[in-house]
């Protein structure tokens, strides 16, 4: 078993006078958070109140760029050529770099949103696109992607790259995650069961199969109504298994 791991949290995803998530209680949970960067979610003050909590609580904080949807949350299909979605991403990225900068907070990730993070799924060109834009920027950047092929393939091509697993969404038999379009509660117990299966190697799917996942970060997302639950659920279990929680950067380091 793993005795490693970065757990992150994709969060920044509230929207003027309406908001989404806990975000004050969940990071403080998190070793890593994912910020909306305005297209899919967030606002430039709530882009700045959630670096302001990443820096507060010494989680890392890594952008997370989505489609341009905001009435579909990024979650709805759209048509990007690799080009368009390495552009979105450094689009976003620059975004919330400012509001970093401004309050001198590194940001150490990128990870792609939704049905953009599907595009890196499906489209080996967008998956490559993406990486090599986010690699083009420098100072170690890490690239976020769902743990399996699509990372294990372009890690291979020298891309610095971390591989994620999900506590609380399904996986398909083949091995790929399930997009909900609206996440509603989830069983805390099963998240919980579900992260320690990935600290061990492997992820259950829909149909009852067992798909071997080499993990370096575990996702729980903000938007999720018991995400605050959830995370507090599997800090402690992890803590009774002897797991030690530290950035994506930390991880990566000791691979």
């Known amino acids: 078993m793993k005795t490693l791991i970065d757990l992150n949290a994709d969060a920044g995803e509230s929207f003027g006078r309406w908001r989404l998530g806990d975000d004050e209680h969940l990071l ?23 670096v302001e909590l990443a820096k507060a609580g010494g989680t890392a904080l890594g952008a997370h760029p989505g489609l341009p949807d ?6 709805r299909p759209m048509a990007l ?16 770099r400012g509001f ?35 690699a083009s920027l420098g100072g170690d950047l890490i ?20 591989r994620e697993a999900f506590a609380d969404l399904e996986y398909d038999d083949e091995g790929e995650i399930i997009i909900e379009p609206d996440p509603r509660v989830k069983d805390v117990a099963a998240c919980v069961d579900k992260a320690v299966g990935i600290l061990n190697g492997t992820v259950t799917t ?4 067992r798909v071997a996942v080499d993990a370096d970060t575990i996702c729980v997302h903000g938007d999720r109504p018991n995400a605050v639950e959830i995370a507090t659920a599997i800090r402690e279990r992890f803590a009774a298994e002897g797991v030690t929680i530290a950035p994506m950067a930390e991880v990566l380091s000791r691979r």
Do not use: E
């Open 81 to 96: 050529s690799p080009s368009d979605a390495a552009d979105a991403c450094l689009y976003q990225y620059g975004a919330l």
């Open 143 to 162: 690239t976020v992607l769902l743990a399996g092929p699509t990372a294990d393939r372009v890690a291979a091509r020298g891309v610095r790259v971390a």
């Open 28 to 50: 403080p949970l998190v070793s890593s958070v994912n910020v909306a960067c305005g297209w899919h979610a967030g606002d430039p003050a709530t882009m700045r109140r959630s």
């Open 70 to 75: 905001l009435v579909g949350f990024g979650r």
């Open 206 to 209: 829909v149909g009852g199969k």
């Open 100 to 134: 970093a900068d401004s309050l001198g907070v590194p940001i150490t990730h990128v990870k792609p949103h939704g049905s953009l993070y599907g595009l890196t799924m499906r489209d080996p060109d967008v998956a490559d696109a993406i990486a090599d834009a986010v």
